[in-house]
């Protein structure tokens, strides 16, 4: 069985930061696409970042370029967001999703195609 857990988010400052953990099993990490996704309220959700566990590519959201950086630490099967300098429009329930065959580019996943399992969401709030 798949399954995608999400952690720590939380309530912080505007300019703070916060790093989120997806924790993955089920399937071969190594062979992967994960990403992180984000709902703000009353919004659709988008893309934020996607790592290819095969290779370690990356892609963001322009919105967060710079300010994200997302990792794969293979040997704990698990996908990290660090978010630093943190902004109120950053609020959001943030998602991991996977594509566990790794089949498509990382713009692709951004666009919300690809992926075809997500996990429950963790609560990001920013206050200004």
């Known amino acids: 069985e798949v399954q995608l857990q999400a952690s720590g988010g939380g309530l912080v400052q505007a300019g703070g930061s916060l790093r989120l953990s997806c924790a993955a099993s089920g399937f071969t990490f190594d062979d992967s696409a994960i990403g992180w996704f984000r709902q703000a309220p009353g919004k659709g959700r988008e893309g934020v970042s996607c790592?290819?566990?095969?290779?370690?590519?990356?892609v963001y959201q322009d919105s967060v370029k710079g300010r994200f950086t997302i990792s794969s630490d293979n040997a704990k099967n698990t996908v990290y967001l660090q978010m630093n300098s943190l902004k109120p429009e950053d609020t959001a329930v943030y998602y991991c999703a996977a594509d566990p065959l790794g089949r498509f580019s990382g713009y692709y996943y951004l666009g919300g195609y690809g992926m075809e399992y997500w996990g429950k969401g963790t609560q990001v709030t920013v206050s200004s």
């Open positions: 790592v290819s566990s095969s290779d370690g590519s990356t």
